[in-house]
């Protein structure tokens, strides 16, 4: 209810009907913190380290279909970016395509029309940020009607039927399940509830292991971060629309670093080689990337790298935390070793590759 309307309220003998409100973000402050929501989210946390929920669109959803990013054809969560004709392009769309140091002294351009985006005249789509902050959606699970703004956070902490783990989770037990009756049901009979001391020790010891094995990972990154020939190339993938193969490898990207040709490849493995598993929700499966040399004719001798994949500034998902320490690539050993960046349920995974594409930072140091 406006100012207005309230002070009319206030001065009228009859009685008014209560309208309810919908609450709302500024287009800044909604992007924002879906940002810090996604950024600070725990990798090992397969609730929370998820893509963003699309939800069911009440009413006409050709209303929105405007503004769809022309690069990537999803709806975006944050800001809004366009060329002078109005197409639409995502935040992290428009650091790739207009941002990117490595475009040198060229000029983005619009990927439908052509016409030059210039770096230091950003032209936001204000409109269309808050229409798709503000258009009421269905949460799939539920089907609560709220703001798309807030879908994300009420998939995690409101919605009565979302995934939970065992509270038991801290000391190994791997449970996990639709919170409710189930959840309730679990913790109950969950084994880990009535253990001693003792029985824990092995269990926790190998749990400190794994963090301790964690936080040595994390310190070599930050000592790579300090070395002097370092490059950082930013890369994509698109939302693969005829879907992402499973237990194959597949090129996503070629860049240029070190005056080579590289391929960044992925492979999204399932367990046991299942194409597709009947219990989809609680299917853990890893998504792992590989570096590879594309142009190992010209590549004199041999080529040390140190590298690491972290996600990128817009990307939904964190990825964990990983090492290629000393790979030296030469014309005989073009590929680098298949690394683990993402572990999550099958509907996830795929999620993430099919509907949403992701965001990465490959930093390389050449040692």
């Not at 209303?63 to 690069?71: D, K, L, Q, S, T």
């Not at 939904?316 to 680098?336: H, I, S």
Request: hydrophobic share 35%; with cysteine; proline share 5%.
């Amino acid at each position: 209810m406006s100012i207005e309307n309230e002070q009319t309220a206030e001065n009228s003998d009859e009685p008014s009907e209560m309208i309810p409100s919908i609450p709302t973000l500024s287009p800044s402050v909604i992007s924002q913190r879906n940002i810090t929501i996604s950024y600070y989210c725990n990798t090992d946390d397969e609730m929370s380290n998820v893509p963003n929920p699309s939800g069911h669109i009440e009413g006409d959803p050709s209303e929105i279909e405007a503004f769809r990013c022309i690069v990537c054809k999803t709806l975006p969560y944050t800001t809004l970016y366009q060329c002078q004709y109005q197409h639409i392009i995502c935040a992290g769309c428009y650091q790739m395509r207009v941002l990117d140091k490595m475009l040198g002294a060229q000029l983005g351009t619009c990927p439908q029309c052509s016409v030059r985006i210039y770096r230091h005249e950003p032209f936001r789509n204000l409109q269309g940020e808050r229409r798709l902050a503000e258009v009421l959606v269905a949460c799939e699970a539920c089907g609560f009607s709220l703001q798309r703004a807030f879908l994300r956070i009420h998939c995690q902490t409101d919605c009565p039927l979302r995934l939970v783990a065992c509270k038991y989770r801290r000391i190994g037990c791997k449970w996990k399940g639709v919170l409710g009756e189930a959840a309730a049901e679990h913790e109950q009979e969950c084994e880990y509830r009535s253990k001693r001391g003792v029985q824990l020790l092995e269990e926790l010891q190998q749990l400190q292991a794994e963090r301790d094995s964690k936080q040595c990972l994390l310190s070599k990154i930050m000592k790579l971060l300090q070395l002097p020939n370092i490059t950082v190339r930013l890369l994509q993938l698109l939302p693969q629309v005829e879907g992402f193969p499973r237990n194959t490898i597949k090129i996503c990207s070629f860049f240029e670093a070190f005056s080579q040709s590289w391929s960044f490849q992925l492979k999204w493995q399932t367990p046991d080689d299942v194409e597709e598993p009947a219990d989809q929700a609680n299917c853990t499966c890893g998504l792992l990337f590989q570096l590879c040399l594309e142009s190992p004719d010209t590549c004199r001798g041999a080529l040390g790298l140190t590298y690491t994949l972290a996600s990128g500034t817009y990307s939904e998902v964190r990825f964990l935390p990983n090492l290629c320490e000393k790979c030296d690539f030469t014309r005989d050993n073009v590929c680098g070793p298949l690394t683990l960046i993402y572990k999550n349920s099958w509907l996830n995974c795929a999620k993430l590759l099919n509907d949403r594409g992701f965001y990465a930072r490959l930093l390389m140091a050449r040692i």
